[in-house]
């Protein structure tokens, strides 16, 4: 990994805590050059941060105007959510009838790395021993999801799901937060099991049944962890600093 992608990274991160907290307004422009001054670094992180975060759906590049923050309402979320709860529906119930024993186990050690990777999270204090973990949860959730839609073999099904799921997928989406939430957590691994073993019986129905809830519940989660940013708010420039020059 290079200088410039580590401070993308965390430029990133810095702006995607921001927006996701409401402090950037949405349609805030975002400037190359003032962000290159704010976190003191040439253009080249700054750029690939943005692109970052377009990908997110957290901006847009708009034509001869710049970069501009494009904050998701709840409606908009709830509805990112309902699609890719029966997108996901659809491929767990197909995967259901295609699985090979190769496959689950495959599956299975995903899920049993992501209940792992859950546990930690949930022993650590929140703020920044949680955000420290936040991206192998979100990788460890994704790739658990990601094998399904390989054996499903539903591509349009799969590129329509994952693009739903961008809308929602950073790290720092997820990592804010308080212990209130570990039985929220705790639920969203307990679900992944609950899916494997449906597939493991080849039940397409209780698994097509199960990944909607699932899908669903984590609406839940994100909700309040939202609600919770909401009602804290912090310094962006503050974070930014401190985030940089660490």
Known sequence: MTLDTTKADDIALVIEEAIVSGELAPGTVLRQEQLSEQFNVSRTPVREALRRLAALGLVSFVPNRGVRVRTISREELHEAFMVRAELESLATEVAATKITPEELDE???????????????????????????????????????????????LPLVEQMAK????????????????????GLYLKNAEQHRAIKQALAAGSAAGARALAREHVLSSFTLLETILEQVGAQPRDWQRARGARTRS
Request: aromatic share 8%; charged share 30%.
């Open 107 to 153: 599956l299975d050690r995903c899920e049993q790395s992501f209940a792992k990777i859950s546990q930690e999270l949930r022993s650590r204090e929140p703020g920044d021993e949680r955000r420290s973990i936040m991206g192998d949860w979100v990788r460890g959730n994704h790739a658990f999801h990601d094998i399904i839609y390989r054996v499903a073999g």
């Open 163 to 182: 693009s739903a799921r961008r809308t929602f997928s950073g790290p720092a989406v997820w990592a804010p937060g308080d212990h209130s939430l570990d």
